[in-house]
């Protein structure tokens, strides 16, 4: 007669298998945390450009609506020509401020959720010296 015996599970491989299980989900935790924050800090990066770029459309038109008054007004026997010119310089001005502070910040800023796929790759390089580590022992 044959006698098969199966041990029963270790309890170290469980309780090795369940460590691994929270971490895995303890790092994804964190994860999903800084896409959160990265999610929300370039919603209102988009808010910001969304406004200012209102704005400076908004003093362009001033501008347009300015040099159109001033070429009507351009016939007029006054020196109403200055003040005109001076309010459509002034919203040209604050226009073209405001589009370029917006290239500006936009070349600046980062792409979104660069630090997120950085931590990821950094995951990934940690288990791969890891693994690279443990198949040399």
């Given at each position: 007669m044959v006698e098969t015996h199966h041990a029963p599970p270790r309890s170290d491989f469980r309780s090795a298998a369940a460590r691994f299980f929270n971490s895995a989900l303890a790092l994804a935790h964190t994860r999903a945390e800084l896409a959160s924050?990265?999610?929300a800090e370039e919603r209102a990066r988009l808010k910001r450009t969304a406004m200012m770029i209102a704005g400076a459309v908004f003093m362009?038109?001033?501008a347009v609506l300015g040099v159109a008054t001033w070429v009507v007004v351009y016939f007029w026997d006054t020196h109403r020509?200055?003040?005109i010119a001076g309010?459509?310089?002034?919203?040209a001005l604050?226009?073209?401020l405001l589009l370029w502070?917006?290239?500006a910040l936009e070349r600046?800023?980062?792409?979104?959720f660069s630090a997120t796929l950085?931590?990821?790759?950094k995951d990934r390089s940690w288990i791969m010296d890891r693994d690279e580590r443990r198949t040399g022992e």
């Open positions: 924050v990265e999610f362009l038109s001033f020509l200055e003040a309010v459509t310089l002034m919203f604050a226009g073209a502070r917006n290239v600046q800023a980062p792409p979104p950085a931590e990821l790759t």
